[in-house]
């Protein structure tokens, strides 16, 4: 079965510094993946996603995913972090054909000014 | 519509009363999903439908659950007998295309958050 591993529930980062979030996934058979953000009182929404193209993925507000294949990874940074990244961060994946999408635990992320 | 709504956003229940969770998805969106979102935890795949057929209930975590989506536009999920370990948050997504051209793009409500007491 496909899964997702998301390390570390809760990430406090200062204000200006490096975010990086951690995705590991499970499988012999190269997925679909995604990372999407949740705010406050708001829906899921994608921030990016790999399908295969290109494995560096630029997504919104300055956020980039790197596929790596040999270690089965999918982290998430963005270089400076900004008080209104403070989100909870899902990484999941699916594959060619199959609708179902596999979610991690997800990351509470706080940023600290 | 603008997004994907949901309703109603909070529920309050006593164990064994039955409730109905409704989704407007996107209009002509093809695709709806449900999706089970536990406390601290990923959103959980529940059911799949394409346009009025449900393609896919192996998430429904028992009989008691039931979801619809008649004329392949609005979906209910049904929960009968609610009990306490149905505490969750609900989530609709609903998706343009279907089948293989789904890359994985959904668009998500805001939830239904479902308290069972």
């Known amino acids: 079965a496909q899964s997702v591993t998301q390390l570390g529930s809760h990430v406090s980062v200062s204000e200006g510094a490096l975010v990086l979030l951690r995705c590991n996934y499970s499988?012999?058979?190269?997925?679909?993946l995604f990372w999407y953000v949740q705010y406050p009182n708001q829906g899921l929404q994608l921030l990016l996603k790999y399908t295969s193209a290109a494995t560096l993925v630029k997504g919104i507000n300055g956020f980039e995913a790197e596929f790596k294949k040999s270690e089965t990874s999918f982290h998430l940074t963005k270089p400076s972090a900004h008080m209104s990244d403070a989100a909870e961060y899902f990484c999941?994946?699916?594959?060619?054909?199959?609708?179902?999408?596999?979610f991690g635990k997800g990351n509470q992320v706080v940023v600290i000014p | 519509g603008a997004g994907v709504s949901q309703s109603p956003r909070y529920k309050v229940a006593k164990r064994g009363q039955d409730v109905a969770l409704r989704c407007d998805p996107i209009?002509?969106?093809?695709?709806l999903f449900w999706y089970q979102q536990a406390l601290g935890q990923g959103p959980e795949f529940l059911t799949y439908?394409?346009?009025?057929?449900?393609?896919?209930k192996s998430g429904l975590p028992s009989d008691r659950f039931f979801a619809e989506r008649p004329e392949g536009s609005v979906s209910t999920l049904k929960i009968q007998r609610t009990q306490q370990e149905d505490s969750a948050v609900y989530l609709c997504?609903?998706?343009?295309?279907?089948?293989?051209?789904?890359?994985?793009?959904?668009?998500f409500g805001e939830g239904s958050r479902l308290t069972v007491l």
């Open positions: 499988s012999s058979v190269p997925p679909y």
């Open positions: 209009s002509g969106h093809v695709s």
């Open positions: 997504a609903s998706s343009l295309v279907s089948g293989e051209q789904n890359t994985g793009e959904l668009f």
């Open positions: 999941a994946v699916s594959y060619y054909g199959n609708n179902r999408l596999a």
């Open positions: 439908f394409q346009n009025e057929a449900q393609l896919d």
